[in-house]
C-alpha cells in the first residue's frame, strides 16, 4: 500500500497496465522499474512522490530473488557466511562442509576477488515454496554486510 500510495494513482495505463495498484504489485515484484511510470518524471507536481519511491527501492536495488543484498562495501571476504550456509554445507561436503572453499558451483555463497558474491540463490532456504527464515549467513556476518529485504 505505501507504494501504491507514492504512485500517482490515476491508472493513465501508460505503464502498460490496467491500474496503479496492478503497477505497485508489479513494482515491488522488480517486473517493472519505475521509469515506465512516465507520470512520475514529467510532472512536477510528482516530484516528492517519485524521491521517496526511489529512496524506497534504492535499499533493494541488487537483492537477489530471496531478497538477499550483500554490501560490498562492508564486507571483508572472510568466508563466514560461506561455512555457515547450510545450503552450501549440503550442497559441497568435500569442501565447504569441512571448512574449505567451495569444490564445486552449486554453493550459493563463495568468496571471490576478495569479496562474497551470491549464485544459485534459487538453492536458498529463504526461496521457493517451502521457504524457512534462515538467517545463518546473517548472523555470522562479523561486517554486518548481509542482509535479506
Known amino acids: ?21 496492478a503497477f505497485a504489485v508489479k513494482l515491488i515484484r522488480g517486473e517493472v522499474g519505475l521509469e515506465a511510470c512516465t507520470p512520475l ?7 516528492d512522490k517519485l ?3 526511489q529512496e524506497l527501492f534504492e535499499t533493494v536495488e541488487g537483492a537477489t530473488e530471496t531478497g538477499l543484498v550483500i554490501d560490498t562495501d562492508k564486507c571483508t571476504g572472510c568466508g563466514n557466511c560461506v561455512v555457515a550456509c547450510p545450503v ?20 550459493i555463497l563463495r568468496v571471490k ?20 527464515l534462515c538467517d545463518l549467513c546473517i548472523v555470522t556476518c562479523p561486517s554486518g554486510a548481509i542482509e535479506f529485504v
Open 1 to 21: 500500500m505505501e507504494v501504491y500510495q507514492l504512485l500517482p494513482m490515476t491508472n493513465c495505463k501508460k505503464c502498460g497496465e490496467s491500474t496503479c495498484m
Open 41 to 47: 518524471f514529467e510532472e512536477d507536481r510528482y516530484k
Open 51 to 53: 524521491s521517496k519511491l
Open 88 to 107: 552450501n554445507v549440503a550442497n559441497d561436503p568435500h569442501g565447504t562442509a569441512v571448512g574449505r572453499g567451495p569444490t564445486n558451483d552449486r554453493v
Open 113 to 132: 576477488d576478495g569479496v562474497v558474491v551470491a549464485s544459485n540463490v534459487h538453492e536458498c532456504r529463504r526461496f521457493g515454496k517451502n521457504r524457512i
